[in-house]
């Protein structure tokens, strides 16, 4: 079923290469009705809003304002889920809040020694947007993984949009929102959601950055808005890597790799090892164990297309190979995790030890588990408080800072032949007999 490579054969470069290729093409239909849905929000506003909600959703709303959801709903919502479901939430929120706390950054400034004032001002996001899927789907971790870590940053207010088809809405999303201290909710989805918070409507406010999930239409209108708001990432389809010394018990390994197989057939599913016998014993257990999978058509398709063994000399070209990847998500299951982390130099989460299933990351160790996908690990980060912050360079020249350093401006500023800029630094020098 999953395709075998060897990490020393002739041509294994190339393989790899074909294995980690995934030219999502933009669909040109898609591309050209989203910036149509984006466009027509942005010129009509609350109109256009409610009648894509109303078309795409089988809704029959009379007014816009019957697209956001009070407050006290939300807390309703909470009240109705299992008590079981309400606590693990709660403890969840706990942990990842837990771990973002220790994400914040502080303002720091210091003085040169002519008294010239430096430093940085670190000042949260006045509003962040948050997309979830809706409807009958219900996906509460996402609720929390991208509001905490806002919520932490001090962001000032938190609006999430979620659509509900026919009207229909998860308790436990709701719950998660409650929990999480979402401040407004708009039942709305899919571009025109994007659009609303990209621009604003006289209903939905306009948001300062976007993060969330969505289908390939809200991926495509995060990527159209962008650079008139934030956005998180363009994610691509979830993938895991898993290094194992061949001591792990192979129907965990086999489930791990299930465990992103069964997102969608488009997700990836790498195991690497310098075992042979250990690879062939996954593999048994992959035959084993799919047919009773619930999601084992999805399962089955994923890792036939893109799932793969690869088996390697040893555990240093398994870390070399796995930078090559730079997945979404790498388990580390062998005996000595530590040390074999340090070799790690791309991943978005990494999994240390045998009893850590890439399935805790992704509801409740306490870390975002929205992460760069398709390689992009090797230059991005997992969302974090840090996405919610901007940063202000501070600069206040005392007297003497403003001579000694309008001197070096002036000088700059003259080889770039900006005679303007030479100008007004050279305003501030001291002329002769002047002190500081």
């Known amino acids: 079923m999953m395709r075998r490579l060897d990490a020393s054969a002739p041509g294994f470069a190339g393989e790899l290469a074909e294995l980690l290729d995934f030219s999502a093409q933009r669909d040109a239909g898609v591309v050209e009705q989203v910036a149509a849905i984006i466009a027509d929000v942005r010129a009509r506003g609350d109109a256009a809003l409610l009648e894509y909600t109303n078309r795409f959703d089988a809704r029959a709303l009379a007014e816009a304002t019957g697209l956001e959801i009070a407050p006290a709903a939300l807390a309703q919502?909470?009240?109705?889920?299992?008590?079981?479901?309400?606590?693990?939430?709660?403890a969840v929120a706990s942990r990842i809040e837990s771990y973002h706390l220790r994400q914040r950054q502080e303002s720091w400034q210091y003085r040169d020694a002519d008294g010239t004032l430096l430093g940085q001002r670190i000042t949260a996001l006045d509003r962040a947007g948050l997309?979830?899927?809706?409807?009958?789907?219900?996906?509460?971790?996402?609720?929390?993984m991208n509001a905490i870590p806002a919520r932490v940053a001090g962001v000032?207010?938190?609006?999430?949009?979620?659509?509900?088809?026919?009207?229909e809405l998860s308790d436990a999303v709701l719950a998660a929102?409650?929990?999480?201290?979402?401040d407004r909710v708009f039942t709305i989805g899919g571009a025109q959601a994007v659009a609303a918070l990209a621009f604003g409507t006289a209903t939905v406010p306009r948001a300062d950055k976007i993060v969330g999930p969505g289908n390939v239409y809200v991926a495509e209108a995060k990527r159209q808005v962008f650079g008139e708001v934030g956005i998180d990432m363009i994610a691509g389809p979830s993938e895991i890597a898993v290094i194992c010394d061949g001591a792990t018990d192979p129907e965990w390994i086999a489930l791990d790799l299930f465990s992103q197989a069964e997102h969608d057939e488009h997700a990836q599913s790498i195991l690497i090892s310098p075992d042979s016998a250990f690879l062939d014993a996954v593999a048994?257990?992959?035959?084993?164990?799919?047919?009773?999978?619930?999601?084992?058509?999805?399962i089955g398709r994923s890792l036939a297309a893109r799932g793969a063994f690869i088996?390697?000399?040893?555990?240093?070209?398994?870390?070399?190979?796995?930078?090559?990847?730079?997945?979404?998500?790498?388990?580390?299951?062998?005996?000595?995790?530590?040390?074999l982390l340090a070799a790690i130099r791309h991943a978005g989460a990494v999994f240390l030890g045998r009893h850590t299933p890439e399935a805790i990351g992704d509801y409740c160790a306490g870390?975002?588990?929205?992460?760069?996908?398709?390689?992009?690990?090797?230059f991005a980060s997992p969302l974090g408080v840090h996405d919610f912050q901007k940063r202000s360079s501070l600069i206040g020249c005392s007297p003497?800072?403003?001579?000694?350093?309008?001197?070096?401006?002036?000088?700059?500023?003259e080889s770039e032949s900006l005679q303007a800029h030479a100008l007004s630094a050279a305003a501030r020098v001291l002329k002769s007999g002047e002190g500081a």
Request: glycine residues 6%; charged residues 20%.
């Open 77 to 90: 919502a909470s009240a109705r889920i299992p008590s079981q479901l309400r606590e693990a939430l709660q």
């Open 131 to 144: 997309y979830v899927p809706g409807g009958k789907a219900s996906y509460p971790s996402s609720v929390l």
């Open 156 to 167: 000032g207010e938190l609006v999430m949009v979620v659509p509900a088809p026919r009207g």
């Open 177 to 182: 929102a409650h929990i999480a201290g979402v």
């Open 284 to 298: 048994n257990c992959i035959a084993r164990l799919l047919p009773a999978m619930a999601r084992a058509d999805i």
């Open 311 to 339: 088996l390697v000399r040893d555990l240093a070209e398994a870390a070399e190979i796995s930078n090559r990847i730079a997945p979404e998500h790498l388990e580390l299951s062998v005996a000595e995790p530590e040390q």
């Open 367 to 378: 870390p975002s588990h929205v992460l760069p996908t398709a390689g992009t690990a090797r």
């Open 400 to 413: 003497a800072g403003a001579d000694r350093l309008g001197r070096l401006a002036r000088v700059l500023a």
